[in-house]
């Protein structure tokens, strides 16, 4: 029962998070020139969205997990 608390918790977070942030955004590094001994790279800013659906669907989730552990312990 403690586990499932738990999770629901996680999903509720997870889904508040999706929705403040609503996508990931991190920087990678490319070889652009490799001639020799003359190295040029570039840094690209990539980013994942995240669609509100998803945020969504977390927080319904876990709030449903939480609200069914919550009856059954009475």
Same mark, same amino acid.
């Given at each position: 029962m403690r586990q !499932? &608390? !738990?999770f629901a918790i996680l999903l509720i977070v997870l889904g508040i998070a999706a929705f403040a942030y609503? /996508? *990931? &955004?991190?920087k &990678?590094?490319?070889?652009a020139v490799d001639i020799g001994s003359v190295h040029v790279t570039t840094e690209k800013t990539r980013n994942?969205?995240?669609p509100p659906v998803v945020g969504a *669907?977390?927080?319904i989730g876990g709030v449903v997990l939480l609200v069914r552990n /919550?009856? /059954?312990m009475y």
């Open positions: !499932n &608390t !738990n609503q /996508g *990931i &955004t991190f &990678t590094r490319e070889k994942i969205p995240i *669907i977390a927080l /919550g009856k /059954g």
